[in-house]
Structures are given as structure tokens and as C-alpha cells.
């Protein structure tokens, strides 16, 4: 299965696409017969001996055992671990609402901010912006964000400032922004000097110097998205030319 | 559901940006988005993007009593619907506050108007009388579902024919449509909502609001024109002091902007008439935008610093001709691919409908199935017989059509050509009915 796999590597799979341990999966006589693991990641579910894909997308490989399926998906389906940006909705007792995009309101306690004690309350309005980690999400309960870290500290999370702008944009666009060497980031680093808070959700904060220089770049990351690399250089090569 | 709310970020940003003359999109304050007006296959169906806005308008007709107090005169009805497919703040079947606005505007912008001649839609005096109706549904909330859902009624009610009538003493004859042309409805002249919104308590102005700009207005100013230059109706709404030269002003705005839009819709009619004489596709499926994940332009999102000049005139999609069919898949430019967009079923296997039996229908009754179908290629053989292509369509497509395989083949033989890939396999396509 795993030649199967990486024959396929790149190409495009839909669901219902399956594979199967076939006779010519059988381990030649000459190896040391060491048994292989394959880890499976989004996309890929196993059932029985049989491996299926279950959303539509291009299948990925990373060394030594990993695969998974690369889609593009706007809604968001609260994950662990996951650093996600928040809209706070409503203050009740010693809870917040916060809107991360899921089905349902996560819950954010007061306590789990930096330095936030009993007698020293976060100062979080309703309507404000909060970077924080998913700490419970799964499809039985309701989803639990904190501000802080394993070690307490806050660690960039918190409430974000003001001046930028809130953009909307698809899950696959920020993984690529998230992404260890990302060229997408490369490109925007040329441009001008900005800030961007990246949620998982696929929520980008932006802020430039000017309100105008802000509202190009959220343009930009939205036009972004349906684009290759090739056609995003072109793009940002007509930006940089053109009078700013 | 309940809607994303909105930051105090975001609104933030917005009216700072409004202050610098800047919309989110990169329009000039004035401007409207991009209007595309298409009629679908029947008579009175009539569609409406603007921007992302996206709006349908149907009218039907029936003979009715007439009310008492006005027996020599016409009834027109107008219900316009807020879809959840617009936006998740819409519930079905509530009658949310926003759709009473919307309902009463439009009431007032096209029946006080006068702008359809009730009497000529008198049969009998007293007896029979046409009741029209325009039902508008919302497909997708952008903002300024108001000005979308005027052009719309106004589009559908120019675009309806209804059935001739004779009058033979007391005998009234009703003609089917194959029996005599049915005829327009009179109409006097189009009146058009303009929508300006203002802020910071009427200081700053701006035409067409999107949808985050609808979320942080302070109040909203309704216009209703035609291109006579003659108000129809005023409304305002948020509670805002306006003075007497910033409605002067907006009036004025309305009028060039109502011109422009009368002249595309008068285009887009002319466009689909001559569609139809011709005897070419017309209708809705032929002229929907191909949104594919893999698209190498988007419209809506323009850089700001590149020329963005969205005019309202100028842009009306006439009914394009059925693309080419490829054996190969397409690959426009190095690097992008397509899923599933191949026009023809390269499968080899020939789909029937479902719901054409009754022996070989003429192609007017077909007429009505095709409307839903996204390519449908007419062979030209005198069973005319449509085959259908299969696609698989992103979830952006408004339709979707369900492959269903049955173990052997249902009713009729297979058209000529056909080369069934699978033994005893016959497929049949269900078609989901808006």
C-alpha cells in the first residue's frame, strides 16, 4: 500500500477513492521484514484493512510515513490545539463567549490570562479580538479556549489591538501562511512593513501604517487564495510597479 | 442561526476608513458594484447580481375575482423573501423586521407608482381580472438587497408575457402559449431603488452598501426613481437629521445612477430577446458564471491600487454559446488543473432523464426541465431526446445533480451512440427541484 500511496502522490482524489493491501503489497523475501507503519492525516481514514478518502483534494506525502489529503474548506471544524482568533460575544459571570466560527460558542475563562487573579480581572470587552488555544474541541462538548500557555505565560494570545482590519479568508490559505518556510509570507515581506495575526480558523488580522496600505494588503490575501504562484508573483510584481 | 457578529475592530476600521473616502472594496463613494441582470427560459423570471448580491424575481399570473371596490381593475401582488440560503441570520418562515421593510418598500416603490396599467389587465368587469404576482426570493446577502430586488421585480414584470384573451360575448377564451403569442404587460415607466447609507450621523455618505458597510450605518436612505427624473418614493430609516441639501443631493445621485440602470436593463431585455429569436440558449443556466475553485480571475476581490472602474453600465453577459466540448481535460495556463469540469461525459456512458417519459415529448415541453440543468445538449433527430452531460459541479453551483445507478437499465433504450461501460448498468439522473 505504501508504493501505492506514494505512486500517487500529487494527484488529485475524491472521496470514495480507497486503498486496499493487495497481493502485490506482500513483503519480498529478501528484506528484513520489518513491518512498515503509515500515518494517516486528514482526509485518509482507515477501515479495516482498507485506507479511504474521505474529502476531495490532493494527496500529500511527508517523510518518512505521512500522508494526508490537502483541501480547500472555508468552514472551520474546531480542532485541539489549534490557535484560533475570536470574537467575544458575551461576558456572563466569570465566562466569556467567544465566536471562533464552529457551531457553537467557545467558552474562554478570566482566569486564563497572563496575570489575571480573582481580584484582577482581564480588561476584554464585548466585541473585542482574542488570539487563544483550543483546549477542549471535539463534537460532543462544548469548545474551551485559554490566553495563556502550558508554562502561564501569554505568549503573543490575548486581545488584539486595534487598527486592523478583519479578514475572512479559506482554511487552506492559512495553513500556507503558517506554513515554516512559506514563500506566500516571503512575498508579502517585500511589499511593505505589516502586521498579521493568523487564526486557524481562517481569520487574518491585518494592520498597516495607512488605512490604505491595510485595506491592499487584506484585498491582496483574499485574492490570494484561487491563486498559483506564479499568477500571486505577477500580481505583486503590478503592486509593486504601480504608484503607491 | 445567528450571524458572525461584528468586532469593535472592524468597525473601527471601517469608519476611519470612511473618513479617508475609502470603501473596503475599493470603490469610489459613489459607485455602484458590478450589475448583471439575466432572464431565465421562462417568461418573468428575471435574475439580478449585484456584486455578490444576488436576488431572483418571478412573476405569475391568474384570473381572479376582482375587489369589490375596484371591479375594472387588475391585482398586483409582491412578496419578497428573505432565503436562509442568503445569509444565517435569515430563519425561515419568520417574518423577520428587515423583511417587513423590504416588503413594504417595494410595495410602495412599484404599486403606488402606478407603473403597471391595472386596467388593462381587466377581463370581465367585475367578474374576471388578472391578479399578478412578483415574488422575490434573496439567494445570497451582500448588502442592498433593496436596490437588487427592485431591478429585479421591474426586469421580471418588463420580461412576463401573459396569456391572450378573447372576449366572444359572455365567452372568454383563454389561449395557451402555443396557441397565440402571449402579450407584455403594459408598462408606464420603471421606477428604482437608490440606497444611501450614512455615517457618523449623516456626515459622511455612501451609495450601495455592502454588507459589513450595512452593519456599522447610522441610518439609510431610500430613493425610488425612474428615469423621468419623477420620485416614486422616499424612505428613511435609522432614526438620522437629514438637511434638505443632502437629500437634494442623493436625489440627484439617484437619478444619474437610475438612468444608467434603466439603460442596462433595457439592454439586457433587447439581449434576450434577440436570444430567443434566434432560436439560441437562453435562460438562466447558460448565462450563470463558472465559479470553479480553480478560477483564474475572481471578480470581486480587485487590488485597490489597480484600476477598478465599476460602472453600472456595461456590463450585461449575453447568452454565450455552449462551450466547446474537450475529449482531453483543459489546462489553461501551466500549473492549474480542473476537477471535473469536462463539458462532455467522457465515460462513455449516455444518461437519460428521469422525468422524460411519456413517450417523446416536442422540446416545448422539455423546455421546463431544461431551466434546472446545467448543459444540456439538444441532438437533432426527431426523437429529440436531450442527453445530458454529467459534471460535477463545486458546491457553489446553485444545483445539484444526483447520479443515481440502478442495477439494470428503467424504460427506453439507449439513444444511438451510446457504448455502456458496465454491464446491465443504466444510470438515471434525479433532478433536484429549486
Given at each position: 500500500m505504501f508504493s501505492v500511496l506514494k505512486e500517487r502522490v500529487g494527484e488529485i482524489l475524491l472521496p470514495g477513492d480507497e486503498f486496499c493491501c493487495g497481493p502485490q503489497d506482500t513483503l519480498p523475501?529478501?528484506?528484513?521484514g520489518k513491518a512498515g507503519r503509515l500515518v494517516a492525516g486528514p482526509g485518509l481514514r482507515r477501515s479495516g484493512d482498507r485506507l479511504l478518502v474521505s474529502r476531495s483534494g490532493v494527496l500529500r506525502h511527508k517523510e518518512p510515513n505521512k500522508f494526508w489529503i490537502e483541501s480547500q474548506q472555508r468552514r472551520y471544524v474546531p480542532a485541539k490545539g489549534e490557535t484560533v482568533i475570536g470574537i467575544v460575544t458575551t461576558k456572563s459571570g466569570d465566562v466569556f463567549k467567544v465566536d471562533i466560527g464552529g457551531s457553537e460558542l467557545a467558552s474562554l475563562s478570566f482566569?486564563?490570562?497572563?496575570?489575571?487573579t480573582k481580584r484582577n480581572r482581564p480588561n476584554v470587552q464585548v466585541g473585542d479580538l482574542l488570539l487563544a488555544q483550543l483546549v477542549v474541541a471535539n463534537k460532543d462538548m462544548e469548545p474551551e479556549l485559554v490566553c495563556i500557555d502550558g508554562s502561564g505565560r501569554a505568549n503573543g494570545m490575548g486581545v488584539l489591538g486595534t487598527g486592523g482590519l478583519l479578514i475572512k479568508v479559506s482554511l487552506g490559505l492559512v495553513r500556507r501562511l503558517l506554513a515554516p518556510r512559506s514563500d506566500l509570507r516571503a512575498d508579502l515581506e517585500q511589499l511593505f512593513p505589516c502586521e498579521l495575526t493568523v487564526g486557524m480558523n481562517g481569520r487574518v488580522w491585518v494592520r498597516a501604517g495607512a488605512v490604505q496600505q491595510t485595506l491592499v494588503l487584506a484585498n491582496l490575501l483574499q485574492s490570494c487564495d484561487a491563486m498559483t504562484a506564479a499568477q500571486r508573483q505577477q500580481l505583486f510584481r503590478r503592486l509593486q510597479q504601480g504608484a503607491f | 442561526m445567528k450571524d458572525t457578529p461584528l468586532s469593535n475592530c472592524e468597525r473601527d476600521f471601517i469608519l476611519k476608513a470612511i473618513e479617508e473616502k475609502k470603501r473596503l472594496d475599493g470603490r469610489q463613494t459613489y459607485d455602484y458594484r458590478k450589475i448583471k441582470i439575466t432572464f431565465g427560459t421562462d417568461y418573468g423570471c428575471c435574475f439580478v447580481d449585484l456584486g455578490q448580491t444576488r436576488v431572483m424575481a418571478q412573476v405569475s399570473c391568474e384570473l381572479v375575482v376582482p375587489k369589490e371596490s375596484r371591479p375594472n381593475e387588475g391585482i398586483m401582488f409582491f412578496n419578497l423573501e428573505l432565503s436562509p440560503m442568503a445569509s444565517p441570520a435569515f430563519e425561515q418562515g419568520r417574518q423577520s423586521e428587515l423583511s417587513v421593510k423590504l416588503n413594504r418598500q417595494l410595495e410602495r416603490c412599484l404599486r403606488n407608482s402606478k407603473?403597471?396599467?391595472?386596467?388593462?389587465?381587466?377581463?370581465?368587469?367585475?367578474e374576471k381580472v388578472w391578479q399578478i404576482r412578483v415574488d422575490v426570493r434573496t439567494l445570497?446577502?451582500?448588502?442592498n438587497l433593496m436596490d437588487a430586488a427592485s431591478v429585479a421585480a421591474i426586469g421580471a414584470l418588463c420580461h412576463f408575457r401573459r396569456p391572450d384573451v378573447s372576449i366572444q360575448g359572455e365567452e372568454v377564451t383563454v389561449y395557451s402559449p402555443e396557441e397565440r403569442d402571449p402579450i407584455p404587460l403594459s408598462i408606464y415607466h420603471m421606477p428604482i431603488s437608490v440606497s444611501f447609507a450614512f455615517f457618523q450621523q449623516g456626515t459622511f455618505l455612501l451609495v450601495d452598501p455592502s454588507e459589513r458597510e450595512e452593519r456599522v450605518m447610522d441610518g439609510l436612505l431610500m430613493i425610488a426613481m425612474n428615469k423621468h427624473r419623477e420620485i416614486c418614493s422616499i424612505q428613511s430609516s435609522g432614526g438620522i437629521m437629514l438637511l434638505k441639501e443632502q437629500v437634494m443631493r442623493c436625489s440627484k445621485i439617484a437619478s444619474v445612477k437610475v438612468s444608467e440602470i434603466t439603460e442596462l436593463i433595457n439592454k439586457a431585455l433587447l439581449n434576450d430577446k434577440t436570444a430567443r429569436k434566434a432560436g439560441g440558449r437562453c435562460g438562466f443556466a447558460e448565462s450563470m458564471?463558472?465559479?470553479?475553485?480553480?478560477?483564474?480571475?475572481?471578480?470581486?476581490?480587485?487590488?485597490?491600487?489597480?484600476?477598478?472602474s465599476e460602472t453600472a453600465s456595461g456590463i450585461v453577459r449575453t447568452a454565450k454559446s455552449p462551450p466547446q466540448t474537450v475529449p482531453s481535460p483543459l489546462v489553461?495556463?501551466?500549473g492549474v488543473g480542473q476537477v471535473?469540469?469536462?463539458?462532455?461525459?467522457?465515460?462513455?456512458l449516455e444518461e437519460e432523464e428521469?422525468?422524460?417519459?411519456?413517450?417523446?415529448?416536442?422540446s416545448g415541453g422539455d423546455s421546463v426541465e431544461e431551466v434546472t440543468k446545467m448543459h444540456v445538449e439538444q441532438h437533432?433527430?426527431?426523437?429529440s431526446r436531450a442527453v445530458d452531460v454529467v459534471e460535477i459541479l463545486?458546491?457553489?453551483?446553485?444545483e445539484e445533480e444526483v447520479v443515481i445507478l440502478y442495477p439494470e437499465t428503467t424504460t427506453k433504450p439507449k439513444t444511438t451512440g451510446s457504448s455502456s461501460g458496465q454491464k446491465g448498468a443504466g444510470t438515471s439522473r434525479k433532478q433536484k427541484k429549486k
Open positions: 523475501l529478501t528484506d528484513s482566569l486564563a490570562f497572563e496575570g489575571a | 407603473c403597471i396599467d391595472t386596467e388593462s389587465l381587466c377581463v370581465v368587469s367585475g445570497n446577502n451582500d448588502g458564471p463558472q465559479e470553479r475553485i480553480t478560477a483564474l480571475k475572481t471578480d470581486q476581490t480587485e487590488v485597490e491600487m489597480s484600476d477598478v489553461p495556463v501551466p471535473g469540469e469536462g463539458l462532455r461525459n467522457t465515460w462513455g428521469e422525468e422524460e417519459d411519456d413517450g417523446g415529448e416536442s437533432q433527430q426527431d426523437k463545486d458546491s457553489d453551483e446553485e
